[in-house]
């Protein structure tokens, strides 16, 4: 089955830190990838996505790139704020039947 | 374009009770999905509707049933509550099932 694997946290920061958060999955075929990022007490949003490999997605200075040969989504930010403090879910969507698989979060703080 | 709409936002309940939550997708979307997030299971896949069909369900108890009507919204209910069904639940709307999906912010359900 489909499965997704991010790097423990929490993750501290100082602001204007290098944020990269690894994501790795198991897929059949070529799924889509995504970024979601969850703020306290609320839903979550969407960051960003890719849908075939080597596509970049980018969104409010966050990065990832689709890398298919090392079936990895990892999430990065050159500079983080204290705003970026979140927790951030990296997911798969099979393309059989695009249900989201998500990995199991990884919470950032961001320090000023 | 207002977001995903989800009612209500919080709820305690009983063991032993049902629920029933409400969604309303984007305009436009007919793709409604549904998850459950808890601190120990992560994210999970409950069941998907399009076109008032479900064309999709996750590993979920068969107390756990939705519907979708034909202006897109959807229900989801949970009968015979368990204390273990303390939980957000999260609705997520797309254009249709293959396209990136939406969510809204969750109910929040506590069952005493």
């Not at chain 1, 705003?83 to 099979?94: E, K």
Request: glycine share 10%; proline share 4%.
């Amino acid at each position: 089955g489909n499965s997704v694997t991010q790097m423990e946290g929490p993750v501290t920061l100082s602001e204007e830190a290098f944020l990269t958060i690894n994501c790795t999955y198991t897929a059949t075929g070529y799924p889509s990838l995504f970024w979601y990022v969850q703020y306290p007490g609320e839903g979550l949003q969407l960051l960003l996505k890719a849908t075939k490999a080597d596509d970049k997605g980018s969104n409010k200075g966050f990065e990832a790139t689709y890398r298919k040969e090392t079936t990895s989504f990892h999430l990065e930010k050159g500079s983080v704020q204290v705003s970026d403090s979140a927790v951030y879910f990296c997911a798969l969507s099979d393309r059989s039947d695009y249900k989201l698989s998500f990995g199991a979060g990884t919470t950032v703080t961001v320090r000023a | 374009k207002a977001g995903v709409t989800q009612t209500p936002r919080y709820l305690i309940k009983t063991r032993g009770q049902q629920v029933t939550l409400s969604c309303s997708p984007i305009s436009g979307h007919r793709s409604v999905s549904w998850y459950q997030q808890t601190p120990g299971q992560g994210l999970q896949f409950l069941f998907e509707y399009f076109s008032e069909t479900q064309r999709n369900k996750g590993n979920f108890p068969g107390r756990f049933s939705g519907r979708q009507f034909s202006n897109s919204r959807s229900e989801m209910n949970v009968s015979t509550l368990e204390l273990g069904d303390s939980a957000l639940y999260l609705c997520a709307s797309s254009l249709v099932p293959q396209e990136t999906q939406y969510f809204g912010p969750g109910t929040r359900l506590l069952v005493l």
